[in-house]
């Protein structure tokens, strides 16, 4: 079981950012997914595909359906710039991570 | 609030075990929550060691398991790590984190600084 992610994403500040993460069925698992920004410990901004932990702005958004999982950033602010990581769980490989997406506010 | 602190030698000789250490505070190896170790090779993208609860269910990555030892001590509210005959791949910063359960997809809520560890003679 893998999770491919695009390894950039360029976006103008106050643009829509999406990121995909593609998986074999990730409509039937949860995905997570981890911003990373550097020296720093990556912090959950969603998880259960859909759900924001507290403290996480309401710009961020996921959603996920067949094999495709999705995390929007609506109104991209120059502090959104950061790794982000998607995870899901699989009975054989446990807790893959996608390779990561670094997304350059600009 | 919960506090996750990984310690352990920062330099390992090829062959050896690497072995590290995630002291927890503001809450118990005990409770319902899961642990788990993650690390990051230098320039590349994160990877799952192993998931563990203190009543003893245990996940490994299948590359890792049959040199991976993830264990959980109660008296010490400590969870450790140890991986024998190390090499430079196994070169990375090394995260403990806590992690939720299957029901919520295993996603890890909160992480400890990390650990650079690094495999060299």
């Known amino acids: 079981f893998d999770l491919t992610q695009s390894p950039s994403l360029f976006v103008s500040p106050g643009q829509t950012a999406t990121i995909p993460c593609s998986g074999e069925r990730l409509g039937d698992r949860y995905t997570s997914w981890y911003q990373v920004k550097p020296g720093q410990s990556p912090v959950v901004v969603i998880y259960q595909d859909s759900k924001r932990p507290s403290g996480i702005p309401e710009r961020f958004s996921g959603s996920s359906s067949g094999d495709i999982a999705s995390l929007t950033i609506y109104g991209t602010q120059a502090m959104d710039e950061a790794d982000y990581y998607c995870q899901a769980w699989d009975t054989n490989t446990g807790g893959v991570f996608g390779g990561g997406t670094k997304l350059t506010v600009l | 609030q919960l506090q996750l602190q990984e310690s352990g030698p920062r330099l390992v000789r090829p062959s050896e075990t690497l072995s590290l250490t995630c002291s927890v505070s503001?809450?118990?190896?005990?409770?319902?929550?899961?642990w788990a170790w993650v690390r990051q090779p230098p320039g590349k993208g994160f990877e799952w060691i192993g998931t563990l609860h203190h009543g003893g269910d245990t996940y490994s990555n299948p590359s890792l398991k049959s040199r991976l030892l993830i264990s959980v001590d109660t008296s010490k509210n400590e969870v450790s790590l140890k991986l024998n005959s190390a090499t430079a791949a196994d070169t990375a910063l090394y995260y403990c984190?806590?992690?939720?359960?299957?029901?919520?997809?295993?996603?890890?809520?909160?992480w400890g600084q990390g650990t650079q560890v690094t495999v060299s003679s």
């Open positions: 984190a806590r992690s939720t359960d299957v029901l919520t997809g295993f996603f890890l809520d909160y």
């Open positions: 503001g809450g118990s190896v005990r409770s319902a929550f899961y």
